[in-house]
C-alpha cells in the first residue's frame, strides 16, 4: 500500500470515526448505540492495517539500504540500517543473519553471537553453522564452540548436511582454534589435520598448525610455514598478526611494526595489534607513535587496560614518574590483574622513591608471574 492510500484510510477512518460519535441529529440519536460499534470496529481496524503497512514499508526500506552499505563494504552504515530493520520487523530472520554476519566483520563478537544464535534456531543449520562458530571464536565463548572432544567435534560437523568441503575445513579450523584457546594442543592438531584433508589451504587450520609448530620446533620454521600462509592468503589478517609477534620474538621491531600495520588495515578488530604495535614502537624509541596507537586503541572501545599501560610506559621513557603512576593505576583500575601494568607499577612506584608500595606491587607480580608458570 503506498503512503497517498494509507493517508487516504487514515483520513477515511477519523471521518467514520468522528461522524459516529458526534453525529447528534434526532433522527440518528435513537440508533446510536447499535450504529456505533461496527463502525469504530471498522475504523480500528483500518487503522491498524494501515499503521502495520507503514511499519513494513519502513522495515523493507531499511533493509535495501542496509544491503545496499554492506555491498558497498560500509559495515558501520550497514549495521544501524539493520538494527532500524530488524526493529520494525524483529521476526525477519534473513535479516538478522545479515546482521550478524556485519557486526562480524566489524569484530563485535558479542553482538555476532546474540544476533547468529537467534537466526540459527530458525534457519538451516548449514546457513549459520560457520558464521556462528566465527562468533564463537572472537568472542571468546571457547567451551561452546569446541565439543567434548577433536572427535566429537568432527562427528558434529560431519552431521550437518549440504556444506561444502570448504564449510567442514573452516568449522574444523574454527574449533581447532577453540581447542588451542583451551590449552588442548592434541585436540587441536587432529581437527587442524582433518580440516586440510577437506580444504588443504584452509586458513585457520594451517595458521594453528604454525601456533604449535612454533611451540614445539621455534622461530625459524613457524616463521617460515607462516610466509607461505601470507603468500596463499595475503589478506588474512590472523596470519600477519602472528608474523608481529613472530618478529619481536626476533627482536625485529622494524619488520614487527610493519605486519602490525598490516593487520590493523586488514580487520576493524585490531586492538591486540594496536597495542603490540604501540609496544614495538617504544622499543624503536618513538614514543609519540606508540601514545597515539594508545589513542587509537581507547578509541576502538576494546582498550581494556592496554591504552593507560602504553602512556605509562610513554611517560616512564620521559622520566615523568607522577604520569606513570597515575596511568598505570588506572590499567590496574580497569584489571586488577593485567601483571604488566602491576609490574611497572612497581619499578615506578621504587624510582620515586616509595619502597613498602613497590614492594607491595613486586611480590604481588612475582607471585602471581609463578602460580602462571
Not at 540459527?120 to 571464536?137: F, N
Not at 593487520?263 to 606508540?290: E, F, Q, S, V
Request: proline share 4%.
Amino acid at each position: 500500500m503506498s503512503r497517498r492510500s494509507i493517508s487516504f484510510v487514515r483520513g477515511f477512518s477519523f471521518r467514520v470515526f468522528r461522524n459516529t460519535l458526534f453525529d447528534s441529529s434526532p433522527r440518528k440519536t435513537k440508533n446510536r448505540k447499535l450504529n456505533t460499534v461496527p463502525y469504530i470496529t471498522l475504523a480500528l481496524c483500518l487503522i491498524a492495517g494501515a499503521s502495520h503497512q507503514v511499519a513494513a514499508a519502513e522495515a523493507e526500506n531499511h533493509l535495501a539500504k542496509a544491503r545496499e552499505l554492506a555491498a558497498a563494504d560500509q559495515p558501520e552504515a550497514a549495521s544501524i540500517a539493520f538494527r532500524n530493520a530488524l526493529q520494525q520487523n524483529p521476526d525477519n530472520v534473513q535479516a538478522r543473519l545479515q546482521f550478524g554476519q556485519i557486526e562480524l566483520k566489524l569484530g563485535n563478537g558479542q553482538t555476532a553471537l546474540k544476533e547468529l544464535a537467534i537466526a540459527a534456531g530458525s534457519l538451516p543449520e548449514q546457513e549459520t553453522a560457520v558464521p556462528l562458530a566465527e562468533a564463537r571464536l572472537l568472542a571468546a565463548d571457547y567451551s561452546n564452540l569446541a565439543a567434548a572432544d577433536a572427535e566429537a567435534s568432527r562427528a558434529a560437523i560431519r552431521a550437518i548436511s549440504g556444506l561444502s568441503d570448504a564449510q567442514r575445513a573452516r568449522l574444523m579450523g574454527l574449533h581447532g582454534q577453540a581447542f588451542l584457546a583451551l590449552d588442548r594442543p592434541e585436540d587441536a592438531q587432529e581437527l587442524f589435520a582433518a580440516a586440510l584433508t577437506y580444504d588443504p589451504g584452509e586458513p585457520y587450520a594451517l595458521l594453528g598448525q604454525i601456533i604449535l609448530v612454533r611451540r614445539d620446533n621455534g622461530l625459524d620454521e613457524a616463521s617460515l610455514q607462516l610466509a607461505r600462509l601470507r603468500d596463499l592468503h595475503p589478506e588474512f589478517a590472523p596470519a600477519w598478526s602472528l608474523a608481529g609477534d613472530l618478529a619481536r620474538a626476533r627482536s625485529d621491531w622494524e619488520g614487527a611494526e610493519a605486519a602490525y600495520t598490516r593487520a590493523i588495515t586488514l580487520r576493524r578488530n585490531h586492538a591486540y595489534d594496536l597495542l603490540h604495535r604501540a609496544l614495538t614502537r617504544l622499543a624503536l624509541k618513538d614514543p609519540a607513535g606508540a601514545a597515539a596507537d594508545a589513542a587509537l586503541l581507547q578509541q576502538t572501545g576494546r582498550a581494556g587496560p592496554g591504552a593507560d599501560y602504553i602512556l605509562g610506559l610513554v611517560a616512564l621513557q620521559a622520566s615523568d614518574l607522577a604520569a606513570a603512576d597515575q596511568h598505570f593505576s588506572a590499567a590496574l583500575a580497569v584489571d586488577a590483574s593485567y601483571l604488566p601494568a602491576v609490574l611497572f607499577a612497581g619499578v615506578t612506584a621504587a624510582a620515586a622513591g616509595h619502597p613498602e608500595q613497590a614492594q607491595a606491587h613486586l611480590v604481588r607480580y612475582t607471585n602471581a608471574f609463578y602460580r602462571i608458570v
